[in-house]
T-cell receptor, first 113, second 112 residues
Framework: KQEVTQIPAALSVPEGENLVLNCSFT??????LQWFRQDPGKGLTSLLL?????REQTSGRLNASLDKSSGRSTLYIAASQPGDSATYLC????????????FGAGTQVVVTP | NAGVTQTPKFQVLKTGQSMTLQCAQD?????MSWYRQDPGMGLRLIHY???????DQGEVPNGYNVSRSTTEDFPLRLLSAAPSQTSVYFC???????????FGSGTRLTVV
């Protein structure tokens, strides 16, 4: 069974520092990996989608890397801002015929001014 | 283009009552799913569908029913609400397996 782990569970950094969030998965048979952001009491906002054949994906200050063979993805957020404070979730899309998502538990990020 | 729309946003039920959580998408997506999110448990899959008339159970299906008569709608039914079903429920949709999922804004359900 696919297991998705996110470490650390919580992270606090001063404004301006770069954020590094980790996601690991046990089975490399995935279609893609998706990073989401969730603000308190809100829904999930998709940040980046990285296909299994890709090594990285970028959007503005965000960069996600994927190493499928080692079962790891990293989300980098450059020059963090207080508005980046949120919970970040990663999810892998399974290669079964149903295309289900398996989520990690998330990393709660606080960026202090 | 409204994306994924969930109604209601908040609901309080008494134990034993039934209700339907609505989910609709206007993107012609084939894949749709229901998740519940609980503190310390993360997001868990309840039911999912790969097209009209095709559904299956996820990780925590007990106490919930689904049906998919159209591509657009995927309602989740609670047959007899229990306090253990107090949670935040999210609906999500995706066009095909190589694409990402889009999530609704959620329904916060409290069963007393």
């Amino acid at each position: 069974k696919q297991e998705v782990t996110q470490i650390p569970a919580a992270l606090s950094v001063p404004e301006g520092e770069n954020l590094v969030l980790n996601c690991s998965f046990t089975d490399s048979a995935i279609y893609n990996l998706q990073w989401f952001r969730q603000d308190p009491g809100k829904g999930l906002t998709s940040l980046l989608l990285i296909q299994s054949s890709q090594r990285e994906q970028t959007s503005g200050r965000l960069n996600a890397s994927l190493d499928k063979s080692s079962g790891r993805s990293t989300l980098y957020i450059a020059a963090s801002q207080p508005g980046d404070s949120a919970t970040y979730l990663c999810a892998v899309r399974l290669t079964d015929s149903w295309g289900k998502l398996q989520f990690g538990a998330g990393t709660q990020v606080v960026v202090t001014p | 283009n409204a994306g994924v729309t969930q109604t209601p946003k908040f609901q309080v039920l008494k134990t034993g009552q039934s209700m339907t959580l609505q989910c609709a998408q206007d993107m012609n997506h084939e894949y749709m799913s229901w998740y519940r999110q609980d503190p310390g448990m993360g997001l868990r899959l309840i039911h999912y569908s790969v097209g009209a008339g095709i559904t299956d159970q996820g990780e925590v299906p007990n106490g919930y029913n689904v049906s998919r008569s159209t591509t657009e709608d995927f309602p989740l039914r609670l047959l007899s609400a229990a306090p253990s079903q107090t949670s935040v429920y999210f609906c999500a949709s995706s066009p095909m397996q190589f694409y990402g999922y889009t999530f609704g804004s959620g329904t916060r359900l409290t069963v007393v």
